[in-house]
DNA sequence: CGCATGCTTCGATAAATGTCTATGTTGACG
DNA sequence: CGTCAACATAGACATTTATCGAAGCATGCG
């Protein structure tokens, strides 16, 4: 099916956690740039998304599955719908173990949104 | 003393600027917090509006005018209603001078979401 | 004045998105 | 096996969004 790769995320190599772009704030985005951030961006653009993926980032172990989850006021099928865009968007990764799905967040990707956001440092 | 920082984002404490919400990482987020925070998400989810806060950030000064950045692939009234999205986010301030509008980034705000993404120190 | 320039606002329209119900699929269990 | 529970997929529908051309406001200048 469409297990689209994502975002060639990071090797662990010292800092790495970047795998498209440099910070926003240091020169303009070119366009395949600004289409590959603004992917992980659009990902958690939405109100039950981020809820969806705060409620695994912060639950114990670093995963949880879908029926840990998945009280967010919306439907069984549209909480399954966003964790694939979430998946889609690099962010969560996936694993079935006997009944349960469980969703872990990825870190590296997370790391590397929080470096778009970075002050330049020596700018200003 | 090699950088060895795991995640050099904003300085814990050292500016507010975090009006919304805590890390994603910390806990679950609530309706309301994600409301707001997919908000600001949600502004950089478009790769056209991305290349334009990207060029305002990175424009000498800190400061952009319209006709500066408005070389992005599309018509000029469609450059004003992304940087309107933009300033309606908080993510930019915009101030005319003359005959040109300057646009301008707002740092606690970048700050702020760039504290969003940071992995929970010690968390568990 | 009158006109050119920079930017915003206004409608219109096609595409994308979020949501639902209904249905599939996969694994556990008696 | 048969059935139930946990998730995923499919299709439908309403809303939002990105985009454009045309028109409207300012501001500066001759």
Redesign the pocket.
């Known amino acids: ?1 469409s297990n689209n790769k994502v975002l060639p995320l990071a090797e662990p190599d010292s800092d790495a956690a970047a795998p498209c772009c440099p910070p926003l704030t240091e020169r303009p985005f070119t366009a395949d740039e600004a289409e590959t951030a603004a992917r992980m961006f ?1 990902a958690l ?5 981020l809820r969806l993926f705060s409620a695994v980032a912060s639950h114990e172990g670093g995963e949880a ?4 989850i ?1 009280d967010v ?13 979430l998946k889609e968007a690099g962010l969560l990764t ?1 694993e ?8 872990r967040v990825e870190p590296s990707v997370l790391a590397a949104m929080g470096k778009l956001l970075t002050i330049a440092p020596a700018a200003v």
Chains 1, 2 share one sequence.
């Open positions: 099916m659009k653009g939405d109100p039950v998304r599955c879908v029926c840990d998945s006021g919306v439907s069984q099928p549209t909480v399954s719908h966003h964790l694939k865009k996936s079935r173990r006997g009944t349960w799905v469980y969703y």
